[in-house]
């Protein structure tokens, strides 16, 4: 057995694993930050030389990291967009997936394509601002110089494979981070040039689209190149994740998705059919509330994640009948974008603290129970759910998750799974090339000591019960929210 790298190439920093081709075990891994326009405490850029990658990638490479390495993988951050010129030269800095400008012309294009439906139908996602379609149109607009020079568009992964490999006249990407450009349809992997030139004004060349285990080429030096993809789409190939399992990410907002067989259209806008590293199909549901429902909550309360636990753990279950629908930023599924949080059932026997932190976490574990119902409306299977981000090792989040949810309970420590992800595409394609590995499976690697949290007996009547008083308030307070 031999060894390979992975690179995550994130917002801030280039992370690099080194794995055992065989067992997927972590022999070597480090880190290096990007450096930052300003110096530190500058903040994360929205838009940034991608240069700057290089540097913090030969830095996390240094002192013999990639010492054996037979094939290396890259992951890179999803949705950010570089235009370069005919002979390959950027033409501004890269706009990164945070950037926010292109809000009106995402709306802009949303209508001349015939709305969201329209959309959904051509590539399973409706235009948001962080997508490069988006960031094509706000260049058109605010910068019609550099979109007139504009010849070749890259994401970031797709740059950063290009330089490892010196260069080369051919620019490659993947079906993962090209579902998420809003001009690439999972559903028939083909690109739509249209869309570009209805964006930017006029065609550009794009990359070739890479088969998962296909590798992009080799560098100067003789190592073999995999595919890359999107940073969601490595760690959900880090993670493991197959048919039947969903991911649950708890950020400040909260993403769900699962792997599926097919790519879903869907009119609403709530889904957005993402491709996997794998040849399957990643649709997400986006809320705007996870979190941030916890932190608003314990900050009232006088104290902390752990405390804002703690007191949950004292209530009961439905929370004394206080029901807080937790759209404090508006919400996004349901799409209710200018409403606000509500707390529903105060009487006096529920006006203590305990069951507020309840409620809240109550709150929180029901809007994201409507996000995975969102896709098990649509044929998607949920058996089990992995649960990421620091919240998941809460005790509250993991008695209530498992009812709430309605499934099996995964949390994998704290890795990099991106990282990891990239890792295993590299394996792949390594074991594809040298005749050990079908192209139509990745290489099994031994799964992290998961903490798996089982239903208990009680809990489907107890999660039942507490979803049908969530929802009972969520209808009455905003009818029609879900359609049909």
């Given at each position: 057995m031999?060894i390979?790298?992975?690179?995550?190439?994130?917002?801030?920093?280039?992370?690099?694993v080194?794995?055992?081709?065989?067992?997927?075990?972590?022999?070597?891994?480090?880190?290096?930050?990007?450096?930052?326009p300003?110096?530190?405490?500058?903040?994360?850029?929205?838009?940034?030389?991608p240069?700057?990658?290089l540097?913090?990638?030969?830095?996390?490479?240094?002192?013999?990291?990639?010492?054996?390495?037979?094939?290396?993988?890259?992951?890179?951050?999803?949705?950010?967009?570089?235009?370069?010129?005919?002979?390959?030269?950027?033409?501004?800095?890269?706009?990164?997936?945070?950037?926010?400008?292109?809000?009106?012309?995402?709306?802009?294009?949303?209508e001349?394509?015939?709305?969201?439906?329209?959309?959904?139908?051509?590539?399973?996602?409706?235009?948001?601002?962080?997508?490069?379609?988006?960031?094509?149109?706000?260049?058109?607009?605010?910068?019609?110089?550099?979109?007139?020079?504009?010849?070749?568009?890259?994401?970031?992964?797709?740059?950063?494979?290009?330089?490892?490999?010196?260069?080369?006249?051919?620019?490659?990407?993947?079906?993962?981070?090209?579902?998420?450009?809003?001009?690439?349809?999972?559903?028939?992997g083909?690109?739509?040039?249209?869309?570009?030139?209805?964006?930017?004004?006029?065609?550009?060349?794009?990359?070739?689209?890479?088969a998962?285990?296909?590798?992009?080429?080799?560098?100067?030096?003789?190592?073999?190149?995999?595919?890359?993809?999107?940073?969601?789409?490595?760690?959900?190939?880090?993670?493991?994740?197959?048919?039947?399992?969903?991911?649950?990410?708890?950020?400040?907002?909260g993403?769900?998705?699962?792997?599926?067989?097919?790519?879903?259209?869907?009119?609403?806008?709530?889904?957005?059919?993402?491709?996997?590293?794998?040849?399957?199909?990643?649709?997400v549901?986006?809320?705007?509330?996870?979190?941030?429902?916890?932190?608003?909550?314990?900050?009232?309360?006088?104290?902390?994640?752990?405390?804002?636990?703690?007191?949950?753990?004292r209530?009961?279950?439905?929370?004394?009948?206080?029901?807080?629908?937790?759209?404090?930023?508006?919400?996004?599924?349901?799409?209710?974008?200018?409403?606000?949080?509500?707390?529903?059932?105060?009487?006096?026997?529920?006006?203590?603290?305990?069951?507020?932190?309840?409620?809240?976490?109550?709150?929180?574990?029901?809007?994201?129970?409507?996000?995975?119902?969102?896709?098990?409306?649509?044929?998607?299977?949920?058996?089990?759910?992995?649960l990421?981000?620091?919240?998941?090792?809460?005790?509250?989040?993991?008695?209530?998750?498992?009812?709430?949810?309605?499934?099996?309970?995964?949390?994998?420590?704290?890795?990099?799974?991106?990282?990891?992800?990239?890792?295993?595409?590299?394996?792949?394609?390594?074991?594809?090339?040298?005749?050990?590995?079908?192209?139509?499976?990745?290489?099994?690697?031994?799964?992290?000591?998961?903490?798996?949290?089982?239903?208990?007996?009680?809990?489907?009547?107890?999660?039942?019960?507490?979803?049908?008083?969530y929802?009972?308030?969520?209808?009455?307070?905003?009818?029609?929210?879900?359609?049909?």
């Amino acid at each position: 057995m031999g060894i390979v790298a992975g690179i995550d190439s994130s917002g801030t920093g280039t992370t690099v694993v080194v794995c055992d081709t065989g067992s997927g075990a972590v022999l070597r891994q480090t880190h290096a930050p990007h450096p930052l326009p300003g110096g530190e405490g500058a903040g994360t850029p929205t838009e940034v030389d991608p240069e700057a990658w290089l540097l913090s990638l030969g830095e996390a490479a240094k002192s013999g990291m990639l010492e054996g390495v037979e094939a290396i993988g890259v992951s890179g951050q999803q949705h950010g967009m570089l235009a370069l010129d005919a002979g390959g030269a950027l033409v501004r800095p890269a706009l990164l997936w945070n950037d926010k400008r292109a809000q009106i012309q995402a709306a802009d294009l949303t209508e001349e394509l015939g709305g969201p439906g329209a959309w959904a139908e051509a590539v399973g996602a409706v235009p948001q601002a962080a997508y490069p379609v988006a960031k094509l149109r706000w260049l058109a607009r605010h910068e019609p110089a550099s979109a007139q020079r504009t010849a070749q568009v890259l994401l970031p992964h797709d740059w950063l494979v290009w330089q490892l490999m010196g260069r080369p006249q051919r620019r490659t990407t993947d079906r993962g981070d090209a579902s998420g450009t809003g001009y690439w349809s999972a559903a028939t992997g083909r690109w739509r040039t249209d869309i570009v030139e209805l964006a930017l004004g006029h065609p550009v060349q794009l990359p070739e689209v890479l088969a998962p285990a296909e590798p992009a080429g080799r560098t100067p030096e003789g190592l073999l190149i995999s595919a890359g993809t999107g940073d969601n789409m490595a760690a959900a190939l880090g993670l493991g994740v197959g048919p039947g399992d969903a991911v649950v990410s708890l950020g400040a907002a909260g993403t769900v998705f699962a792997v599926h067989h097919h790519a879903l259209s869907d009119p609403s806008g709530m889904i957005t059919s993402f491709a996997d590293a794998t040849g399957r199909h990643l649709p997400v549901v986006h809320t705007r509330n996870a979190v941030r429902v916890l932190r608003g909550t314990a900050e009232l309360l006088g104290t902390d994640l752990a405390g804002l636990s703690e007191l949950a753990m004292r209530s009961t279950p439905g929370s004394y009948g206080l029901v807080l629908l937790p759209y404090l930023e508006g919400e996004r599924t349901p799409d209710l974008p200018h409403t606000a949080g509500t707390l529903h059932g105060l009487r006096r026997e529920s006006m203590k603290p305990e069951h507020l932190a309840r409620a809240a976490f109550e709150g929180m574990l029901c809007g994201l129970a409507d996000a995975l119902d969102v896709l098990r409306a649509r044929g998607v299977e949920v058996r089990r759910i992995f649960l990421l981000g620091p919240a998941g090792d809460l005790p509250a989040v993991r008695s209530m998750a498992p009812a709430l949810l309605g499934a099996q309970l995964v949390v994998p420590p704290p890795g990099e799974y991106a990282a990891l992800g990239a890792a295993r595409q590299a394996a792949w394609s390594l074991g594809v090339v040298n005749g050990t590995d079908s192209p139509e499976q990745p290489p099994y690697w031994h799964p992290a000591d998961y903490a798996v949290v089982e239903p208990g007996e009680d809990d489907g009547p107890i999660g039942h019960s507490v979803r049908q008083q969530y929802v009972s308030v969520r209808e009455q307070t905003h009818p029609g929210a879900f359609p049909g």
